[in-house]
């Protein structure tokens, strides 16, 4: 899936971070989210999945733009 498939929730320039290489989160069109952020190492995960590490205001930012 390309990037520009993805509808972008946050990282819209208004806060401190507008390039595309920010913590990030996207609306795919099924209706799923897709996070991007700096690597986690808390623990390790199962196969095929990652763990990212995402600012809070940015998940709030991604909350408010859903209306949820």
Do not use: K
């Not at 700096?38 to 590490?53: C, K, Q, R």
């Amino acid at each position: 899936m390309a990037r520009e498939e993805l509808t972008r929730l946050t990282g819209n320039g208004n806060g401190t971070c507008g390039g595309e290489d920010c913590p990030n989160v996207y609306r795919t069109a099924s209706g799923s989210l897709v996070v991007q952020g700096s690597v986690s190492e808390a623990f390790t995960p199962p196969s095929g999945e990652a763990l990212v590490e995402i600012p809070e205001e940015v998940l709030r930012e991604a909350v408010h733009v859903l209306g949820w």
